[in-house]
């Protein structure tokens, strides 16, 4: 399936601010059963930003703007080829007891961040009878049968800092809570696992796509597997993978600072849509947000209003 892929973050700030650096992670990766043809980023204030990979190859793309100015906007747009998982994780018949990681998978089954061992999630455990499960396969399966019945999906019950305990009182969430409690609850198995960060590809008239966050767990039989505890599915073709870590707080979409006495309001939208192919020296327009900035602060009498690429263009200078 060929993807195409608008991701618009917009962070609005209740006065004008002097600084803001920001990192995002918002440009999906090239693996297996995956391919990114074409990436483009926009930011507004003008601003160039840096890419890098983090300690797991997830991309980064890195900028700064030092001029007074009272919002952010960062657009992305990503054209990626998808196809159906090679296994459904259900059937992986590893007993779990053979799940024997190496030292580099050691990171992804420890408890730390917002995966929590806690009590709760060990009394979660005994209720879904997770010890009786004889393969990761039936582990996969359990959850996906069960899990449902004690985490409810609901909005704006937790937010992007809750951990699993956060979600377990609560008895619900949304699908970064969904993905904390099924790796918590999967460590606790010894097995390996890890969180996915990305896009859930929708087809429907009226619900937009949406940011994604589902796991993989880890066999020596086929490596990686992508398992989907909100939708209780495989991973396949309408999954995009951006970014993957231990947790959430490993792979954010964005992260930063900005110097200023203000309030910060973040807003965010995603647009999926499946495209046809077309020929490689096709080019869309690039992608250019007006956002203005200020050489000084606009609360003075002599306030001097620059275009974003002017402003840009004087700090080269």
């Not at 700030?13 to 600084?19: G, L, N, P, Q, T």
Request: net charge negative.
């Amino acid at each position: 399936m060929l993807l195409e892929v608008e991701h618009h973050l917009r962070f609005q700030y209740s006065a004008f601010v002097r600084e803001s650096h920001m990192e995002v992670r918002v440009e999906p990766r090239t693996q297996s059963g995956q391919t990114l043809h074409e990436f483009d980023l926009g930011i507004g204030p003008h601003a160039q930003p840096s890419r890098h990979e983090d300690w797991l190859g997830n991309a980064m793309h890195w900028f700064s703007i030092t001029d007074y100015h009272d919002r952010v906007e960062v657009a992305c747009r990503s054209l990626v080829e998808t196809s159906e998982a090679a296994i459904d994780p259900i059937n992986i018949e590893l007993p779990v007891v053979d799940c024997v990681s190496t030292l580099r998978e050691w990171d992804f089954l420890q408890f730390g961040g917002p995966v929590i061992r806690s009590e709760r999630l060990e009394m979660l455990a005994q209720h879904l009878s997770l010890a009786e499960c004889v393969t990761v396969g039936d582990l996969l399966g359990r959850l996906s049968e069960s899990l449902g019945q004690y985490l409810l999906y609901q909005s704006f019950v937790t937010n992007a800092m809750s951990t699993s305990e956060d979600a377990l009182e609560a008895g619900a969430g949304v699908c970064q809570d969904f993905a904390h409690v099924s790796l918590g609850l999967l460590r606790l198995c010894g097995v390996p696992c890890r969180y996915v960060n990305g896009y859930l590809h929708i087809d429907h008239p009226v619900k937009p796509s949406e940011s994604h966050a589902w796991i993989e767990v880890w066999t020596p039989d086929h490596g990686w597997v992508g398992f989907d505890p909100t939708h209780s599915c495989s991973v396949g073709e309408r999954h995009i993978v951006v970014a993957y870590g231990r947790h959430y707080n490993d792979v954010p979409p964005n992260r930063g600072i900005f110097r200023g006495a203000s309030q910060e309001t973040i807003s965010a939208e995603v647009r999926t849509a499946v495209v046809e192919r077309r020929e490689r020296h096709h080019k869309p327009d690039p992608l250019i947000m007006d956002v203005p900035v200020f050489a000084e602060s606009p609360d003075q009498q002599v306030a001097c209003e620059h275009r974003a690429d002017q402003a840009a263009s004087q700090q080269q200078q």
